[in-house]
């Protein structure tokens, strides 16, 4: 407690401190002249259309230039990392499988039956299974980031947050768009769509594609094959129709597919030096020596569809959302990263197929909310989740294990705003959920008992909004979260016992500030927070042995703070930049996990050589984040000549529970460039890009229990783009 008082001193200091700058800043409007202004961002954090000036959450919202730029070079979901502050995110499953942290918090997990504490939601819909939060993304119009818990509207598993995407809607008005581009290593990419009305005023659609490819790219010495692997091939397509027979009731069908074939997670083995975390001469880009031919192929394919249905009863909203969705795939890897010459030295081959098979999800949310225009709102709701599939593990040594897991939960939720005076606004909020999981082999040589857990929570937040002026507000929320426990089988398929881990539960404190200064010039948000988790769930992984075990530390905590910020510092000039800091915390005396079988641990270590963690930052939880854009623009003819460019920084990273002198990142950066030309009166730009413009090789992850693995990031890669939207 002491130290909890501690970081909330600390958050207070520096929210007066943000909100000090805000009032000195505000007083000096002549530093600018020309009447150009930040846009108005529209979000629906709290499920409804507000502006994000408005919202008592620390939200950051990406979408535009920004939004355009990051998945030129055919990236997945992960390369929103360190795109907004607090948003972290890596996999060691390549393309499918990713794993989030918000605020520090979030799962090392790398099984496919992983629970996490950040949920990912697609157009209202929850994607919980790992490989469903790797969909692909296309037509997008916005991302919302909303850090810290949300266990009142969102509910269990979101302890850390939510990444939010919302895609083009279905309009009356004939709208389209499209993105394609060709660069480095044969990347080719189209994301577009197109739509408008079917019957005028009563039906409405919109069709979206996505294509994205790579050539394989990386030598496999060992097998002397060119181009072995590192290419990927993603297909994906939505169609929408909006029917709206009347006034009242509107009803928006989605259906979605996706085709992922491609390559999983390139390991490559011994590329650190014992007592270094600094790669070496065993690093080569574009080549690896597997002993494995297959070269870690991965292969998905899923679909789903969804109903929202809303009815407006003058007064209060009735809304619908029913939603299902289908996945199976596998991913192969060369997991000791090498083969029996090396490099370096191996002390045993590892290959490792994991697949997901017959996966559905089954959700559906009703909830009523008012739309009036008075002082009060609010919106009362239940939500149902039910999930079933099966996950196979080869190690190839043994005969294959086939788990069967399943989850169903339950909520009842609700929220009020009461608006008691033009100034203050007060906002509450509870949920009640129950959440059951259960485990069991299908089959395999290891027999191993069934696993069940259960536990239901009542979650709540109280948030306080309080407009300074018209252009500055503070708001101070404290928030109670909750995510269910959690089994890991995965262990079984190697002879060992499945693991289970207790609910978590988290209480957040926030302090916020939103502000629009000189006369809506910059736009310059903030938030600081601290956070106590009880018995927050940890994956201990690897450790001398490919294993995965669920372990509950006794306590965690955190402090930090977030900045977003767009400064128009001249009508052809906008920079935006953000910020985050965050001190994580194991706190357990007692907690002790299996150290790497090659590294330089840092940790006390036990009698049975365990590594004691306590005091260690949480699991890749980047101490902190930095993001910068810039867009230059010179008027020529009807458009301009333009100049983009986007960097990020990432600080000290511990990757594993235990500390080493090996398996953690420093200082990290990526940058990314455009330059082109826009036609503003045709819609239309043609443009040269570079990603990882200097070509960065960053450490993303390791494998700790045969030798000293790890897998970096994507390569540079340049190429040209055209844009329209029509």
Not at 71 to 94: C, M, R, T, V
Request: a negative charge; one cysteine or more; charged letters at 20%.
């Amino acid at each position: 407690m002491p130290q909890l008082n501690r970081s909330l001193r600390r958050a207070l200091t520096v929210s007066c401190g943000l909100t000090a700058l805000a009032s000195a800043l505000a007083v000096s409007p002549a530093a600018f002249a020309q009447e150009t202004k930040v846009g108005e961002v529209i979000i629906t954090a709290q499920k409804r259309s507000e502006n994000l000036q408005d919202v008592p959450v620390s939200v950051a919202a990406i979408g535009g230039e920004k939004l355009q730029a990051t998945f030129a070079a055919g990236d997945d979901i992960l390369a929103l990392s360190a795109k907004a502050p607090g948003l972290y995110a890596e996999s060691s499953n390549g393309r499918a499988a990713p794993r989030f942290y918000i605020r520090g918090l979030g799962n090392a997990d790398f099984d496919l039956a992983a629970s996490q504490p950040v949920s990912i939601i697609q157009d209202e819909v929850v994607l919980e299974n790992v490989v469903l939060k790797s969909s692909p993304l296309y037509d997008l119009d916005h991302v919302e980031v909303l850090r810290g818990p949300q266990g009142t509207l969102f509910g269990r598993n979101t302890t850390a947050g939510i990444v939010k995407f919302d895609t083009v809607k279905p309009s009356e008005e004939i709208k389209g768009r499209l993105s394609a581009t060709y660069g480095s290593y044969g990347t080719t990419t189209f994301d577009g769509g197109v739509g408008g009305a079917l019957v005028p005023g009563k039906v409405a659609a919109r069709a979206s594609v996505l294509y994205q490819h790579r050539d394989d790219w990386i030598d496999n010495t060992y097998t002397k094959e060119n181009n072995a692997l590192g290419g990927f091939n993603e297909k994906a397509a939505r169609l929408q129709v909006l029917f709206t027979p009347t006034e009242k009731l509107s009803a928006l069908f989605n259906v979605h597919g996706r085709d992922l074939d491609g390559t999983a997670a390139v390991f490559r083995a011994n590329v650190l030096t014992k007592g270094s975390n600094k790669l070496n001469s065993n690093y080569d880009r574009d080549k690896v020596a597997y002993d494995n031919t297959a070269n870690n192929p991965q292969k998905y394919k899923g679909y789903g569809a969804s109903a929202n249905i809303e009815y407006d009863f003058d007064g209060a909203k009735l809304t619908s959302i029913t939603a299902y969705e289908n996945t199976h795939g596998y991913s192969l890897g060369d997991i000791d990263g090498g083969n029996p010459t090396g490099p370096g030295f191996i002390p045993f081959q590892s290959n490792t197929q994991d697949g997901i098979k017959n996966l559905f999800q089954w959700t559906q949310e009703v909830r009523l909310a008012s739309d009036t225009d008075g002082p009060l709102s609010w919106q009362v709701g239940g939500f149902y989740f039910d999930t079933k599939y099966d996950i196979r593990t080869d190690p190839f040594f043994m005969p294959a294990t086939t788990l069967r897991q399943k989850n169903k939960a339950w909520a009842a939720f609700g929220q009020a705003s009461y608006k008691v005076n033009d100034q203050l606004t007060l906002t509450g909020g509870l949920r009640y959920t129950d959440d059951d999981k259960d485990m069991n082999v299908v089959s395999g040589p290891n027999p191993a008992p069934s696993v069940s857990v259960s536990d239901s929570k009542l979650t709540w937040d109280l948030s306080a909004f309080y407009k300074v002026d018209e252009d500055v507000s503070v708001y101070a929320k404290v928030a109670s979260g909750f995510r269910g426990p959690s089994i890991q089988g995965r262990d079984i398929a190697f002879g060992s016992p499945a693991s289970a881990a207790k609910s978590e539960t988290i209480m957040s404190y926030e302090l916020g500030l939103k502000s629009e200064l000189f006369e809506r010039r910059v736009r310059l948000n903030g938030a600081v927070f601290a956070y106590t988790i009880d018995d927050p769930q940890f994956s201990a992984v690897g450790g001398g042995s490919n294993s995965n075990r669920l372990i509950n530390a006794k306590k965690g905590e955190a402090y930090g703070l977030e900045l977003d910020s767009e400064f128009v510092v001249t009508p052809n000039f906008v920079v935006t930049a953000g910020y985050s800091y965050a001190h994580t915390k194991i706190k357990d005396s007692t907690l002790a996990v299996a150290p790497c079988a090659a590294c330089t641990v840092t940790d006390q270590l036990t009698a049975a050589g365990l590594a004691l963690v306590n005091g260690n930052p949480f699991p890749n939880a980047p101490k902190y984040t930095f993001d910068v854009t810039a867009r230059y623009a010179y008027p020529i003819a009807s458009g301009e000549l333009f100049a983009y460019t986007d960097w990020k920084v990432q600080g000290y990273t511990n990757i594993f529970l235990y500390q080493s002198k090996e398996f953690y990142t420093k200082g990290d950066f990526e940058g990314g460039l455009k330059l082109g030309y826009a036609n503003k009166e045709g819609g239309w730009e043609v443009a040269a890009f570079a990603r990882n413009i200097t070509n960065e090789s960053n450490i993303k992850g390791a494998i700790d229990f045969n030798n000293l693995t790890a897998f970096v990031n994507e390569p540079r890669v340049v190429g040209v783009s055209v844009d329209a939207r029509f």
